[in-house]
């Protein structure tokens, strides 16, 4: 190679060494969001002004599909989801449908929320937390609830709410993720109310005379 040919090649070099560097320093980090909940924002509230009375209920098991990360989920299809590189949540989403979940129990009339043994467990699955494309532009959260006590199933259905998503951007998405957030919630506490319900007590007859 000639002093010519090298001198080329080094400064080819150079240059696409200069470029991606230029790449790598401008390219966009990631950006953190938080549900806009209502249930969240009163979480600390919910916990001070906790009834008393009514029937007693402990949070059992969470849990959630591994995918339900840091990283937003989006949804195309039934059969197609995929992650947004930048767009993430500041904590994972089973956190905050675990706080969530407490701040609504302990605000629904009827049921207590304790740590007995002996209380029905409500465990709870996230079936979806993701904003789905198409055909509508919407945040999905829906929750696998079941109820039992002692040795009875009480409750056992999913409870779902879909929101309108505004504008393609990642705030418009925190915004309606906690509505729906608030709005599936809020059904498994008022199902896990009616399902704890005690049942009133038969009138006894009187015998005849």
Sequence with gaps: MTARALRDAL???LAILTFGGCVFRNAEGPRFYRPAS????RAGEALEAAPTVGVPVRLGSLRSASFLRERIVWRASEV???????RRWVELPSRYVRRALVATLQSTPGLRLGEEPSAARLDIEIVAFDEVLSPTHEAHVALA???REGTQKRLDGTFAARVAIAAPDGTATAESMGKALDEAVQKVATATAAALKPTPASPKRSRPK
């Design 38 to 41: 209502a249930a969240l924002d």
């Design 11 to 13: 400064l080819s070099v």
């Design 80 to 86: 197609e989801y995929g992650l947004y590189e930048q």
């Design 145 to 147: 609830a079941t109820v």
